[in-house]
C-alpha cells in the first residue's frame, strides 16, 4: 500500500528498505536530508516488508514527508526496491540500507560521477564500520572462478598485489577511484535511464548478490560502474539479518551458489563447490589444529572459527535450487 504521492518530478529518489529496524531509521533518514544538496529535490521512498516492530506507524508519524510503501509482507530486497522504482521518476536513484549513514557531502560526491561520466550507470561510495574502519566488501572484483579460488584458497592474502591474485573482495583502502567488478548496495547510486535498458534488479533474489548481478549486468551492456573513494558512508551491517557485524549471512552462501549457476552454468557451479569445499574445509581444519596446541582464551577463539566454517563447509554441500 503506498501512501503518500508527490507532484513534481524531483532530482533524485532514495530508496530505503525496511524490515524490523525501526531503531534504525531515524538516524538513516536523518543522514540523508542532511547529506542532501541545497536546492536539490530529493524523494524519500521508504519501502516497509511487513515489519512487525511498528515501524511503518513510526514513520507515518514521525516522518511524513517521507513517501512510505507498506507491504504486507517480507517480499524481498530485490522485489521491494523495485517497487519504489516503478512509482518513480526521478533521473536518478539512491539505494541505501537501513544500517547505513551518509555524511555531509555524500550525496553531491556520488552524483558528480553519475555527471561527469555518462557512461557511468553505478557508483557506491568507500564503506567503513561504525568505528571508522575500512570495510574491504564494500566492492571487488567480478565473480569469476578465477577470482574466487583466490578469494576462497587465500591467495588473495597470500600474493597481495600480485598480478591474478585478486579476490572477490577489495584487498586494500585506497583513496583513488576506480572501475570495479561491483559496488555494495548498502549504498548504491543509480542512473535511472541504464535500468530501464538493463532491467531493475533481479528479483529471483530475495537478498544478496542483487549489487553483483547488477553491476554485472550494468558492465555486459557497457555501462560503467566507478567506486568513489573520495566519499565515505558508514555501514553498520547486518541489522535485518541479525548476524555479527563483519560475519556473512549463511544465507549470503546459498544466494551466491544460486547466482553463479545462473550465470555461468551446472558445470562451472561443482568447480565453484569444490573450491568451496577445499577452501572452507581448510580453514576448519586449521583451527581445529590451531585449537589442539593453542590455551585458553585462544582455544575458544579457534575453536568458534573452526564452527563458523564447518558451518559454510556444510552449506557448500548442499543442493543448488536455482528456482529460489
Given at each position: 500500500?503506498?501512501?503518500?504521492?508527490?507532484?513534481?518530478?524531483?532530482?533524485?529518489?532514495?530508496?530505503?528498505?525496511?524490515?524490523?529496524?525501526?531503531?534504525?531509521?531515524?538516524?538513516?533518514?536523518?543522514?540523508?536530508?542532511?547529506?542532501?544538496p541545497?536546492?536539490?529535490?530529493?524523494?524519500?521512498?521508504?519501502?516497509?516488508?511487513?515489519?512487525t516492530?511498528?515501524?511503518?506507524?513510526?514513520?507515518r508519524?514521525?516522518?511524513?514527508?517521507?513517501?512510505?510503501?507498506?507491504?504486507?509482507?517480507?517480499?524481498?530486497?530485490?522485489?521491494?526496491?523495485?517497487q519504489?522504482?516503478?512509482?518513480?521518476?526521478?533521473?536518478?536513484?539512491?539505494?541505501?540500507?537501513?544500517?547505513?549513514?551518509?555524511?555531509?557531502?555524500?550525496?553531491?560526491?556520488?552524483?558528480?560521477?553519475?555527471?561527469?561520466?555518462?557512461?557511468?550507470?553505478?557508483?557506491?561510495?568507500?564503506?567503513?564500520?561504525?568505528?571508522g574502519?575500512?570495510?574491504?566488501?564494500?566492492?571487488?572484483?567480478?565473480?569469476?572462478l578465477?577470482?574466487?579460488?583466490?578469494y576462497?584458497?587465500?591467495?588473495?592474502?597470500?600474493?597481495p598485489?600480485?598480478?591474478?591474485?585478486a579476490?572477490?573482495?577489495?584487498?586494500?583502502?585506497?583513496?583513488?577511484?576506480?572501475?570495479?567488478?561491483?559496488?555494495?548496495?548498502?549504498?548504491?547510486?543509480?542512473?535511472?535511464?541504464?535500468?530501464?535498458?538493463?532491467?531493475?534488479?533481479?528479483?529471483?533474489?530475495?537478498?544478496?548478490?542483487?549489487?553483483v548481478?547488477?553491476?554485472?549486468?550494468?558492465?555486459?551492456?557497457?555501462?560503467?560502474?566507478?567506486?568513489?573513494?573520495?566519499?565515505?558512508?558508514?555501514?553498520?551491517?547486518?541489522?535485518?539479518?541479525?548476524?555479527?557485524?563483519?560475519?556473512?549471512?549463511?544465507?549470503?552462501?546459498?544466494?551466491?551458489?544460486?547466482?553463479?549457476?545462473?550465470?555461468?552454468?551446472?558445470?562451472?557451479?561443482?568447480v565453484?563447490?569444490?573450491?568451496?569445499?577445499?577452501?572452507?574445509?581448510?580453514?576448519?581444519?586449521?583451527?581445529?589444529?590451531?585449537?589442539?596446541?593453542?590455551?585458553?582464551?585462544?582455544?575458544?577463539?579457534?575453536?568458534?572459527?573452526?564452527?563458523?566454517?564447518?558451518?559454510?563447509?556444510?552449506?557448500?554441500?548442499e543442493?543448488?535450487?536455482?528456482?529460489?
Amino acid at each position: 500500500m503506498r501512501e503518500q504521492v508527490t507532484g513534481t518530478r524531483p532530482d533524485l529518489t532514495t530508496v530505503v528498505v525496511n524490515w524490523n529496524t525501526r531503531d534504525l531509521l531515524d538516524d538513516c533518514l536523518r543522514s540523508v536530508y542532511e547529506a542532501t544538496p541545497h536546492g536539490l529535490t530529493n524523494h524519500v521512498v521508504v519501502v516497509d516488508n511487513g515489519s512487525t516492530d511498528g515501524s511503518a506507524e513510526h514513520l507515518r508519524s514521525h516522518w511524513p514527508q517521507v513517501d512510505l510503501v507498506a507491504n504486507d509482507e517480507n517480499v524481498g530486497f530485490c522485489r521491494a526496491n523495485n517497487q519504489a522504482l516503478r512509482i518513480t521518476e526521478s533521473p536518478y536513484v539512491l539505494l541505501i540500507n537501513t544500517d547505513a549513514r551518509l555524511e555531509p557531502g555524500g550525496i553531491d560526491g556520488m552524483l558528480g560521477y553519475l555527471r561527469d561520466d555518462p557512461t557511468c550507470a553505478v557508483v557506491g561510495p568507500r564503506l567503513v564500520y561504525g568505528d571508522g574502519t575500512f570495510q574491504r566488501w564494500t566492492a571487488g572484483q567480478p565473480f569469476t572462478l578465477r577470482t574466487l579460488a583466490n578469494y576462497l584458497l587465500g591467495l588473495e592474502r597470500l600474493l597481495p598485489g600480485r598480478p591474478g591474485a585478486a579476490g572477490i573482495y577489495l584487498g586494500r583502502d585506497t583513496d583513488r577511484a576506480f572501475q570495479p567488478g561491483w559496488v555494495s548496495s548498502a549504498v548504491m547510486m543509480l542512473r535511472r535511464s541504464a535500468i530501464e535498458q538493463i532491467g531493475l534488479l533481479d528479483e529471483r533474489i530475495f537478498v544478496y548478490m542483487d549489487d553483483v548481478d547488477l553491476c554485472q549486468r550494468a558492465r555486459d551492456a557497457g555501462w560503467n560502474v566507478w567506486y568513489a573513494a573520495d566519499v565515505t558512508a558508514t555501514h553498520f551491517m547486518g541489522a535485518s539479518s541479525r548476524r555479527a557485524p563483519g560475519r556473512a549471512s549463511p544465507e549470503a552462501l546459498r544466494a551466491l551458489n544460486r547466482w553463479f549457476v545462473r550465470r555461468h552454468g551446472h558445470a562451472a557451479g561443482v568447480v565453484l563447490r569444490g573450491l568451496e569445499v577445499a577452501g572452507f574445509g581448510g580453514r576448519a581444519l586449521a583451527y581445529v589444529g590451531l585449537a589442539v596446541v593453542t590455551r585458553s582464551p585462544g582455544r575458544s577463539s579457534a575453536l568458534s572459527q573452526m564452527r563458523v566454517h564447518a558451518t559454510r563447509l556444510r552449506l557448500a554441500l548442499e543442493p543448488i535450487d536455482v528456482r529460489n
